[in-house]
């Protein structure tokens, strides 16, 4: 049986295409507090690693929500636990869309 190279790295970069600074998913995050409560819950972070072109955005909420919700309230507060949702974001490489923050 042979093996599945897989690669870590977004094939993406030969594309001339550049991931996403951690301001940018900052900002991405930040939009989709649809009902500007200042905390994202589970369906407006699902919604964002969707537009950000996640292929398994469910997969990426939980991850997201286990890094970010210190709490356990069930929602990731912009103010308090933003800074840990970034930095699991940061570290999946998505790849900057200008459209990517809008809901």
């Not at 093996?3 to 301001?23: H, N, Y």
């Not at 819950?41 to 537009?51: C, M, R, T």
Request: aromatic share 12%; glycine share 10%; with cysteine.
């Amino acid at each position: 049986m042979g093996r599945l190279a897989f690669s870590p790295i977004s094939k993406s970069k030969d594309k001339g295409e550049v991931p996403c600074t951690e301001a940018q998913l900052t900002a991405i995050f930040k939009d989709h507090d649809t009902n500007g409560d200042g905390k994202l819950s589970w369906s407006e972070l699902d919604l964002a690693f969707k537009n950000l072109g996640s292929r398994w955005p469910w997969f990426r909420t939980e991850g997201g929500f286990r890094h970010a919700d210190e709490d356990g309230n069930g929602f990731i507060d912009i103010e308090t636990e933003l800074k840990l949702l970034v930095a699991y974001a940061y570290k999946r490489n998505y790849i900057y869309k200008p459209t990517a923050g809008k809901v």
